[in-house]
């Protein structure tokens, strides 16, 4: 069965940084196009960024320029860089690989000012 772990969520001030892994089997990871989305309290899941198996990312506006996606095949990891979070960046973000297919359990990022 597919699964997607993420982990590295957890409580940070505003400014500061958190990096959020998701650890992918059951999938050939290499081929797969993966993404970040989040979901706060009372809104809608959002995309957050996006990478192709050929290494293309894209991004939230509201996020370009302080988050980075990235890609580990040998590890078939897929990673978050959060830098300068701001509070309105808390929520639950969760791991999708290929276009929505799959989808892990989200992990909590809380981000106070």
């Known amino acids: 069965q597919v699964q997607l772990v993420e982990s590295g969520g957890g409580l940070v001030q505003a400014g500061g940084s958190l990096r959020l892994s998701c650890a992918a089997s059951g999938i050939i990871f290499s081929i797969s196009a993966m993404g970040w989305y989040r979901q706060a309290p009372g809104k809608q899941r959002e995309l957050v960024a996006t990478?192709?198996?050929?290494?293309?990312?894209n991004y939230a506006d509201s996020v370009k320029g302080r988050f980075t996606i990235s890609r580990d095949n040998g590890k078939n990891t897929v990673y978050l860089q959060m830098n300068t979070v701001k509070p309105e960046d808390t929520a639950v973000y969760y791991c999708?690989?290929?276009?929505?297919?799959?989808w892990g359990q989200g992990t909590q990022v809380t981000v106070s000012s």
């Open positions: 990478i192709t198996n050929g290494g293309s990312t």
């Open positions: 999708s690989a290929r276009m929505g297919a799959y």
